[in-house]
């Protein structure tokens, strides 16, 4: 088993390529080793001194590091994720991932504009935000602002405000007039 790994734009992120489906559909990150019974992968990762956090998408895996070296500590994420594939154990212990559309809010009276939102943030900013090993979903609107949710490289990234600010905003903002700023949820 061949596992790629790619930088992402956050220097604390690492992204891990199996060279399979990883969650097909669905997105889940783990941000605490106390969170990791979901998934014995994560739980495997997590017992790695450095690890502090996990994110799973449709075909990759990103690792946060808390501190060390990424030169001491990708061999051993390497190891777990290749032991983990070719053991055949499943991703996860309860077989959910995250729901979507859970968990979000809106004005009923703005339905059409949230489902515009929500298409282009599907068809042209998650693929993209995805590639860089992260995720970002709709959690809401109100008032003319869009909030959303960063997962995997994306939270904390350096560049995370110029990509919801000059990317997503003025995106979201040509094509839909009523939103008028986006914001990460707090």
């Not at 220097?11 to 889940?28: E, M, N, Y």
């Not at 995997?152 to 995106?171: H, W, Y």
Request: net charge negative; charged share 25%.
């Amino acid at each position: 088993m061949f596992i790629q790994t790619e930088a992402t734009p956050n220097p604390a992120t690492l992204k891990f390529l199996p060279g399979r489906d990883v969650l097909p559909g669905g997105a889940l990150e783990i941000r605490h080793a106390a969170e990791a019974s979901r998934s014995p992968l994560a739980e495997k990762l997590f017992a790695i001194d450095g690890v502090a956090g996990v994110f799973y998408g449709s075909d990759f895996i990103t690792v946060t590091k808390a501190d060390g070296e990424w030169q001491h500590l990708k061999p051993a994420i390497l190891g777990a994720i290749m032991e983990h594939y070719l053991a055949g154990a499943p991703l996860l212990a309860d077989g959910a991932a995250e729901t979507p559309g859970e968990g979000e809010f809106f004005d009923e009276s703005d339905s059409e504009t949230v489902d515009t939102i929500k298409e282009l943030i599907e068809t042209r900013v998650r693929p993209a935000v995805a590639m860089d090993g992260g995720d970002i979903t709709f959690r809401g609107f109100r008032e003319g602002v869009v909030y959303l949710d960063m997962k995997g490289s994306c939270a904390g990234c350096p560049s995370s405000t110029a990509t919801l600010k000059q990317g997503i905003e003025n995106l979201l903002r040509h094509f839909v007039p009523e939103v008028e700023e986006v914001r990460p949820m707090a």
